[in-house]
């Protein structure tokens, strides 16, 4: 398995936005959902987006209005459109295709208040 390669992490001041790119070039894409991890010092890795074959999209509460996902299969890539970012988006983003089991390296976030 190919391991997917997030891009686009930074520093950012609190209401501001980030973009982050995920390109996932090994096997199949277009028919497996992609999710959008994160991972705070200390705290479990989780689950901040998904977005299926067909483009449906899913969100966990705490992002709801704020991040959008979405995908380009022709390119294999899927994203994360970060906005009204808080200091408590701040962690590691990670990028995940459904049924592998590697993860990448993941891209830090760190929003400033």
Known sequence: QVPVVESGGGLVQA???????CAASGGDF???TM???RQAPGSQRELVASITSSGTASYADFVKGRFT???DN???FVYLQMSSLKPEDTAVYYCKKQFNLSWGQGTQVTVSS
């Open 15 to 21: 209401g501001g936005s980030l973009r982050l790119s």
């Open 74 to 76: 022709a390119q294999k």
């Open 69 to 71: 996902i979405s995908r």
């Open 35 to 37: 999710y959008w991890y």
């Open 30 to 32: 277009s028919g497996r």
